[in-house]
Every structure is written in structure tokens, then in C-alpha cells.
Antibody, heavy 121, light 109 residues
Framework: QVTLKESGPVLVKPTETLTLTCTVS??????????VSWIRQPPGKALEWLAH???????SYSTSLKSRLTISKDTSKSQVVLTMTNMDPVDTATYYC?????????????WGQGTLVTVSS | SYVLTQPPSVSVAPGKTARITCGGN??????VHWYQQKPGQAPVLVIY???DRPSGIPERFSGSNSGNTATLTISRVEAGDEADYYC????????????FGGGTKLTVL
């Protein structure tokens, strides 16, 4: 059974750094046909892709947030970590991690439940 | 960057057919994936590669993609289909790689 679970702080202050962890089970982060993405959704708004990482450590970031994001993985712990620096109230959102199925055009076949992060002083 | 345009809302009576569109420049040359998101829940994949259904997704859900429009079709709509629907493409030649549409709220009357 494939599961993904996000964890991290529910409240961060402006200018602080957010660190989120996605713990996966039911598949290995070393599987060449899979990867993990982070996607966020501000309250009442659309989904926004943030970053992804593949088994070979290939990474990609949202253009608009690239300077603030870092994604990494620890295969032995089955964890993918996203850090976002200089948090702002506009970054208030539910943050999801999702499994990527690698193919001609990758897609997200399993999602975590999401974690709501509020940015406020 | 590549833009996907969805109507904000679609309404349909139970038992009828709902069609949710996703517009993009020459989207027919790309593969489109669709996600359903019910209130307070994470998105769920309902269609991938334009028209393939993951296991567990009813046959009432289908998809097509041609020209500048991809379409998610839901036949014999049920009250439980009420949700937000998002289209998504992945194009490593564009920046960003992954693009979501703005979402469509499906209301079952």
C-alpha cells in the first residue's frame, strides 16, 4: 500500500525558514520509475507545483520560487525534505507531497493528505 | 510559461453528462492528466495520458485531447462527483516543468 505523509510546523513567522518532510511507504525512493513532488494550495485557490526530485537525484524547481526552495531526499529513511526560506504570509497554504510516476509524461498517482502551514507573526 | 485555462465552474443535473475543458496552446501535442479534489481532501488522479483511467476510477470518467482543448467527461453524473477538477501537463521543455490549470468547480444541481 502506497502512502505519503507530510510533517512539519503548522505555524511559522514571516522571514523564517519552513522545513517540511514527506515520509513515504509502499515504494522506494530509489525506484527509477518514481519520484516525489511538492505541491501547494493556498486556501480557496488552485494547485501550484513547487519542486520535484527523482531517484537519480535530478531536481527541478518552480521558476518563481527557485531561489527560496531546496529539495532533498534520504532514501534510507524514505523521506523527501523541502525547505523554503524567507516565508511570507502569502505562502500560507496546504502543502502536499505526491508520488510521480515516470513515463512519457509523468503524472502524480498518489498524494499525501497535506499539511496546512500558516505564516503569521 | 505554458498556461492551462479552465472554466471556473460547471453545473450539471444528476444523471446528465458533464464536460470540463482545459485549454492550452496546441495542448493536443501534450499528455494531459486530471485530478479530482473534494472539499478538505487531497487531489485524486482520475485520468492520465489524456484518457487512461487508474484502477478504481469508474468508467463514467473519460478524457480526450485534441487541438487546443482537452476535455474531461463525466457521464451519468452523481452527487458524489461534486468536486474541483484540475488538469495538468508536464513539459520538461518548458519552464516550469509542471503546470496545473486553475481548476473547475463541478456543481451537481
Amino acid at each position: 500500500q502506497v502512502t505519503l505523509k507530510e510533517s512539519g510546523p503548522v505555524l511559522v513567522k514571516p522571514t523564517e525558514t519552513l522545513t517540511l518532510t514527506c515520509t513515504v511507504s509502499g515504494f522506494s525512493l530509489s525506484n527509477a520509475r518514481m519520484g516525489v513532488s511538492w505541491i501547494r494550495q493556498p486556501p480557496g485557490k488552485a494547485l501550484e507545483w513547487l519542486a520535484h526530485i527523482f531517484s537519480n537525484d535530478e531536481k527541478s524547481y518552480s521558476t518563481s520560487l527557485k531561489s527560496r526552495l531546496t529539495i532533498s531526499k534520504d532514501t534510507s529513511k524514505s523521506q523527501v525534505v523541502l525547505t523554503m526560506t524567507n516565508m511570507d504570509p502569502v505562502d500560507t497554504a496546504t502543502y502536499y507531497c505526491a508520488r510521480i510516476r515516470v513515463g512519457a509524461t509523468p503524472w502524480f498517482d498518489y498524494w499525501g493528505q497535506g499539511t496546512l502551514v500558516t505564516v503569521s507573526s | 510559461s505554458y498556461v492551462l485555462t479552465q472554466p471556473p465552474s460547471v453545473s450539471v443535473a444528476p444523471g446528465k453528462t458533464a464536460r470540463i475543458t482545459c485549454g492550452g496552446n496546441n495542448i493536443g501535442s501534450k499528455s494531459v492528466h486530471w485530478y479530482q479534489q473534494k472539499p478538505g481532501q487531497a487531489p485524486v488522479l482520475v485520468i492520465y495520458y489524456d484518457s487512461d483511467r487508474p484502477s478504481g476510477i469508474p468508467e463514467r470518467f473519460s478524457g480526450s485531447n485534441s487541438g487546443n482543448t482537452a476535455t474531461l467527461t463525466i457521464s451519468r453524473v452523481e452527487a458524489g462527483d461534486e468536486a474541483d477538477y484540475y488538469c495538468q501537463v508536464w513539459d520538461s521543455s518548458s519552464d516550469p516543468d509542471v503546470v496545473f490549470g486553475g481548476g473547475t468547480k463541478l456543481t451537481v444541481l
